[in-house]
Structures are given as structure tokens and as C-alpha cells.
């Protein structure tokens, strides 16, 4: 019986170090596959929309389109010879909640951020108004603004969601009237969401640009590699002209 030699093969240092290189690099890849994945799981669904609150009526607003009404808004007025009364007011379903600012709704600008450490109320006014014999009074945070956010608290299969809506109000002798612009929610429960985001932050070009700022070429060669193809691309025009394996 012929034996197998068991003697270990000799390779050239430079041999050597190229493989456990690419052991670095295959196990770095499958560790930045993981970290790009679980960033893909995060989303943002955003509804553009333009959807008119008018005098005397309800409007639902179902922010993940599931056939659950999680707020409705109701524009109330009622007028006299010489007076009238109106009001802007926002509730939620049971357990959900909007951004608050003392009892009433806050306005919130863009680049907010809407979480678990916000204070939420589940029902109150966005704005008011009142009029008597030629004078006129109104009040809140809702009057007379363009571009403005609610931070919004709401519930998926028993889990919490945050999500804004952009509205448009105005208001005068009448009464109030508004326009849904927009709303958007985020799919991760519990997880935070910015007034005005309609997408997840893009963070790859930036993985990119901090592994090519690195001092040595073979811990940049690791940091690409583990952005999987848009890396290897990167790798390839950084290797010189000439260049053997």
C-alpha cells in the first residue's frame, strides 16, 4: 500500500500572506453582508398625498394602509348672526398618540425626531378660533402654517410605530381648513423616525468612503470587500496597472 506523504507544503511568504488575506476578507464580506442586510430590513413607507380636511367634516387617516383608521381629523364650526366658534382637533384610535405641546398638537418642523423619549397625548386641538361682531380671535400651533409635521405614535399588531403627516392649515372668518400632504411611518417597531424622512439614510457611500480613507492598503482592501459587489469594484481600480495574483 502506496502511503501519502504527510509533508507539509511550503509556500512563499508572499503566498501565504495573500491567503490569509482572503480568509480576512471572505469572513470581513460575510460580516458586512450581515450588516447590510439588517439595514435593509429598516423602512420607511411614505404616502404623498393631498387630502382636503374641510368645514363640519371627519377625515381618517390610516398611516400603514391596513384598513384601521390610527387618526381622524375633525374640523368643527359653527356660526351665528354676529359670532361663530371653530376648531381644529386631532384624535387617535385607542393606544395611539401625537407629538404634544401642552394639550395641543405640536407643529413640528422638518428633521424632527419622532421616538419612544416624546411626549404623547392621544387627543386635543391643533388650533381655535373664535369671532364676534367684526373681531376675530384664533390660537395654537396649527394657525396659519404651510409645511408642518405631527409626530405620531401608533400601533401595528400590538406593537409601536412612529410616523409623521404634513399638513397645510389655514384659517379665517370660517373657520379652519387643511390639506394631508403627506405622511410616512417606519416599518422597525419602536424605532425612531425624522419629520420629513421618506426614505432610510444611505449609509453605504459613507462605509465606502471611510474604508478608502484608511492608512494601509490591506485593511482598506478588507474594508471593500465587505461591501460586497460595489467593493470589489472599488478594489479593482485601486489595483496597479500590471498587477499579478
Not at 47 to 55: A, C, D, E, K, L
Not at 115 to 123: L, N, T, V
Not at 183 to 210: C, F, L, M, R, W
Request: hydrophobic letters at 35%; glycine letters at 12%.
Amino acid at each position: 500500500m502506496r502511503r501519502t506523504s504527510k509533508t507539509p507544503s511550503h509556500f512563499p511568504p508572499s503566498t501565504h500572506q495573500r491567503l490569509n488575506m482572503y480568509a480576512m476578507s471572505a469572513t470581513a464580506a460575510a460580516v458586512g453582508t450581515l450588516a447590510l442586510t439588517r439595514r435593509a430590513e429598516a423602512r420607511i413607507i411614505y404616502t404623498p398625498s393631498h387630502v382636503r380636511i374641510s368645514q363640519n367634516s371627519t377625515i381618517p387617516l390610516d398611516l400603514n394602509h391596513d384598513g384601521i383608521s390610527d387618526f381622524s381629523f375633525s374640523d368643527f364650526y359653527a356660526g351665528w348672526t354676529n359670532s361663530g366658534v371653530g376648531a381644529l382637533v386631532l384624535k387617535g384610535a385607542p393606544g395611539n398618540g401625537f407629538w404634544a405641546s401642552t394639550n395641543s398638537a405640536a407643529a413640528l418642523p422638518a428633521g424632527v425626531r419622532v421616538g419612544p423619549k416624546g411626549q404623547f397625548r392621544g387627543y386635543g386641538a391643533m388650533a381655535n378660533m373664535f369671532q364676534t361682531f367684526g373681531s376675530f380671535v384664533s390660537w395654537g400651533p396649527w394657525v396659519n402654517v404651510k409645511r408642518r409635521y405631527l409626530g405620531l405614535k401608533f400601533s401595528i399588531r400590538g406593537k409601536i410605530h412612529f410616523g409623521w403627516a404634513r399638513l397645510n392649515v389655514t384659517n379665517g372668518h370660517g373657520g379652519f381648513s387643511g390639506t394631508i400632504t403627506g405622511y410616512a411611518y417606519e416599518t422597525i417597531p419602536n424605532k425612531a423616525i425624522i419629520t420629513g424622512n421618506t426614505h432610510e439614510p444611505d449609509d453605504q457611500q459613507q462605509s465606502v468612503s471611510a474604508c478608502l480613507a484608511l492608512h494601509s492598503e490591506e485593511p482598506t482592501m478588507l474594508g471593500v470587500l465587505a461591501l460586497g459587489a460595489p467593493g470589489l469594484s472599488i478594489w479593482r481600480r485601486k489595483e496597479p496597472v500590471g498587477s499579478t495574483q
